[in-house]
Nanobody, 116 residues
Framework: VPLVESGGGLVQPGGSLRLSCTSSGGTLDYYAIGWFRQAPGKEREAILCFNNRDGSAYIWDSVKGRFSASRDNAENTVYLQMTNLKTEDTAVYFC??????????WGQGTQVTVSS
């Protein structure tokens, strides 16, 4: 069952957004949750790999220092907190129950548009 992303929208450069990742089929009891994005005309890229066990994260250079992840067990949700957004962050954002870009069962994603 693909995961469900939400929370996208239009934000000005320098602004913040928080995306949510939930499971329509049950819990998010996976070892890791991967966050990915796909900008127009570009391939999907990994941006953050969240360790669901200890809360640590590996963050790719493109978003390091600006993006972070957390989990709310009560809400069965993993969040992607995005700060200091740039126009180049404009993309459709996806989450997955693993951190490999070879994952195939993608959800619809959520659109993030950074524009003044």
């Amino acid at each position: 069952v693909p995961l469900v992303e939400s929370g996208g929208g239009l934000v000005q450069p320098g602004g913040s957004l928080r995306l949510s990742c939930t499971s329509s089929g049950g819990t998010l009891d996976y070892y890791a949750i991967g966050w990915f994005r796909q900008a127009p005309g570009k391939e999907r890229e990994a941006i953050l790999c969240f360790n669901n066990r200890d809360g640590s994260a590996y963050i790719w250079d493109s978003v390091k220092g600006r993006f972070s992840a957390s989990r709310d067990n009560a809400e069965n949700t993993v969040y992607l907190q995005m700060t200091n957004l740039k126009t180049e962050d404009t993309a459709v954002y996806f989450c997955a129950p693993e951190c490999s870009p070879a994952y195939t069962n993608w959800g619809q994603g959520t659109q993030v548009t950074v524009s003044s």
